[in-house]
């Protein structure tokens, strides 16, 4: 299985960005997918999750900002983040799996950096 995540970058605070995880040697379209993020110096950070159902579900500190989608073509999944503020700063990661249970133990990408000034 292999996971490349892009589109990271750096913005102004309220400024957008659209991150993108292919998943390769893998079953998306019926897996569930994580984006999760870690700041400098923090563990790291579930923050939303879709399932093969479409089902989506979000931390509470990203919730009305951020919006996961896949497409299942492609095998892709994406995270529109709107509004970013700085406390968003971090390496954004896509992992498999829906859940925020054992997430440093799933596989996950490499990683993108997201970076927001005030």
């Known amino acids: 299985v292999r996971l490349v995540e892009s589109g990271g970058g750096s913005v102004q605070s309220g400024g957008s960005l659209r991150l993108s995880c292919v998943v390769s040697d893998f079953p998306f379209s019926s897996s569930a997918m994580t984006w999760a993020r870690q700041a400098p110096g923090k563990g790291l950070e579930w923050i939303s999750g879709?399932?093969?159902?479409?089902?989506?579900h979000y931390a509470d500190s990203v919730k009305d900002r951020f919006t996961v989608s896949r497409d299942n073509a492609k095998n892709t999944v994406y995270l529109q983040m709107n509004n970013l503020r700085p406390e968003d700063t971090a390496v954004y990661y896509c992992?498999?799996?829906?859940?925020?249970?054992?997430?440093?133990?799933?596989?996950r990408g490499q990683g993108t950096q997201v970076t927001v000034s005030a």
């Open positions: 879709i399932y093969k159902t479409f089902e989506t």
């Open positions: 992992v498999l799996g829906g859940t925020a249970l054992n997430l440093s133990r799933r596989t």
